[in-house]
């Protein structure tokens, strides 16, 4: 590959194994599901297996601002994923979830109650890959602290492991600057927010750190962005979906 460069850190559980199932893909806060048609086509090619998006657009994250509006996400998210487990002979789906998809990805993996509703995702998701997620986030007064602090008191870390299979990629993009670039600055803005440290590496919004689940197989990749237009790959790009998809 030309910019993307791959380093993978072994956790408690050992390295995943790839099986062949299908695949459902969330997305980010306030993303469109029109975003990751290249990463569906990317992963079919590679996998041969079904790979279905989760349809949601901008407004559907709005009310995720609290927790009551993360319902709605996670309703769309399991149809997506009953429907796509049915196309297999196994029933049972690799789950990928970008940015705060990762995060919902993990709630939706419990079999307890959440809000009166109970999802049980843990029957279905055997394998769950996050990319650029934040999961470690600081910051208390916006939607994405207030998600990650929340999973994180109820299902911390990697936390159905062995039965499921967690591998999380982060980006190494840029590094943050309070004295440096535009781009330098922004990202250390973002840093700070998200991790605590602005002067850390990351994807251009989260930082390394940030984006690693504590058990999980931990995968860095060397010059990519949080989305398309970071000036380079992002995680949807098809040379880092094969980068990914094969580390993980």
């Not at 996670?74 to 149809?79: A, E, I, Q, S």
């Not at 309070?178 to 840093?191: I, K, P, T």
């Not at 605590?196 to 984006?211: E, K």
Request: glycine share 14%.
């Amino acid at each position: 590959m030309n910019n993307v460069r791959t380093t993978s850190e072994e956790s408690e559980q050992g390295q995943p194994g790839r099986g062949a199932e299908a695949i459902v893909i969330l997305g980010g806060f306030m993303s469109l599901s029109a975003l990751y048609g290249k990463m569906r086509s990317a992963l079919a090619q590679l996998t041969g297996q079904p790979v279905c998006v989760v349809e949601t657009r901008s407004m559907d994250w709005m009310p995720s601002l609290l927790p009551v509006g993360w319902l709605y996400v996670l309703r769309k998210l399991d149809r997506t994923v009953r429907s796509t487990a049915k196309l297999t002979t196994s029933g049972r789906v690799t789950l990928i979830g970008h940015s705060a998809g990762g995060v919902l990805g993990r709630l939706y993996l419990s079999p307890e109650p959440f809000l009166g509703q109970v999802f049980g995702g843990l029957e279905w998701v055997d394998r769950l890959i996050t990319l650029g997620s934040p999961h470690h986030n600081e910051r208390r007064w916006l939607h994405g602290g207030m998600m990650a602090r929340w999973v994180e008191s109820r299902v911390p870390g990697a936390y159905f492991t062995p039965r499921v299979q967690y591998c999380s990629v982060a980006g190494k993009l840029i590094r943050g600057d309070s004295q440096g670039s535009l781009r330098e600055r922004q990202a250390h803005s973002f840093y700070e927010q998200i991790g605590g440290d602005g002067d850390a590496w990351g994807d251009g919004l989260v930082p390394v750190t940030s984006a690693l689940l504590a058990g999980s197989h931990q995968i860095t990749l060397e010059g990519v962005g949080h989305f398309a237009g970071f000036s380079g790959p992002w995680y949807g790009t098809e040379e880092t979906v094969a980068a990914w998809w094969q580390a993980c």
